[in-house]
């Protein structure tokens, strides 16, 4: 515990001195994320020179190994660094697939090879990764897909489309499951690794009901990925035709991030916002609502740290996350919902520069498909009636 407490004052003292005051506010929009990649700018000097420390530190892949670019934290020094980053509001330095979802499962099924090349990549903001998951006619049912490897010898030739991938037209790789063995359904995929910038490789964003694409179809005409991209650096993860397990992996991360979408913001920390929105005080069943979105927001904090806790002693469940999953989304749906009641008609604004171009409505109605990506929520309520609730016939 001393040893703990006296991270928790280096950390504190390393906060102040390095995240400037710009970057311990709320996010407005889009370029107040750093998503890094060949194609980066940063948005201003601050945004620049808080990355940086981070990851000159290793804080922007705490926990991951120092050789892979982290900082070799603890997961008590984890938690004490992000309690700390919670604490002055301090936005994340780095947002990236690799770091949510491809990261994990390099650390868990890659190559040394691949993690050293790939993960020094990510934490340091170099490479820009999206997934290659759903496609039109296979979403929940994922392992229907029909994007085909050729096996070429020492390539494979890929054709077929994915959709909803997000970010697509700005990532720099893809880490996509494509069919190799139409005779398996399960063991007949591979989870391959391949640059967006390959020939035969097309982008076309998604215009949604918010009035942003940050989805795309993605089509792939005979594309060449390599089996191989160097020494010890396959250009696949795990075995060739056991990319489902891979898949399963990093569907369990997938929805993790997708759960804490903004939904571990307190009503305490939401209720002056609200207030102002509403130009004065909170109409008396709101307030209600208020607290009561409070209540669920803690307890699903506290769900989350249990969740955590079981998973470092290898005894949480394998569907807590759909659960985590179902309960992070449908909150942080119930967020902006209310965010728009305290608003009222001002909030349905839609291109003013006194609501920034509507940000509130556009943010509500990207909640919506918090429930379908991932997983629906009505596919997460039936994997968690049947695997944890254990009821009949679900």
Known sequence: MAD???????????????????????????????????????????????????????????????????????????????????????????????????????????????KKHFLNQIAR?????CQGYSEPGSGSDLVSLQTFGEDKGDHWVVNGSKIWTSYADKADWIFCLVRTDKTNKYQGITFMLYDMASPGVSTKPILLISGNSPFCETFFDDVKVPKSYGED????????????????????????????????????????????????????????????????????????EKFLDEVKVGKAHPAYSNMMKYAGTELNKRRHELVMSAGGSTALEWDSEETRGGAAPRAWLRTKANSIEGGTSEVMLGVVAKRILELPGA
Request: hydrophobic content about 40%.
């Open 233 to 304: 650096i396959p250009g696949y993860v795990g075995e060739i035709n056991r990319g489902w397990d891979v898949a399963k992996y990093l569907l369990g991360h997938e929805r993790e991030m997708i759960s804490g979408a903004d939904s571990s913001e307190r009503g305490a920390g939401i209720g002056a916002s609200l207030t102002r929105q509403a130009g004065g005080e909170l109409d008396p069943i709101l307030r209600a609502e208020l607290a009561m979105f409070d209540v669920d927001a803690l307890a699903f904090s506290a769900m989350g």
């Open 4 to 114: 703990l407490d006296a991270f928790r004052a280096e950390t504190r003292a390393w906060l102040e001195a390095n995240c400037p005051p710009e970057m311990r506010q709320p996010v407005r929009d889009e370029d107040d994320v750093y998503w890094g990649g060949r194609n980066a700018t940063f948005k201003n000097d601050a945004q620049k020179a808080w990355f940086e420390a981070c990851r000159d530190k290793g804080f922007t892949v705490p926990a991951w190994p120092k050789e892979y670019g982290g900082a070799g934290l603890s997961p008590a020094e984890a938690k004490v660094l992000r309690e700390e980053m919670a604490r002055i509001g301090a936005r994340p330095p780095l947002s990236s697939f690799g770091i949510w979802m491809l990261g994990p499962a390099l650390l868990q099924f890659g190559t040394e090879g691949q």
């Open 125 to 129: 903001g170099e490479i820009r990764w």
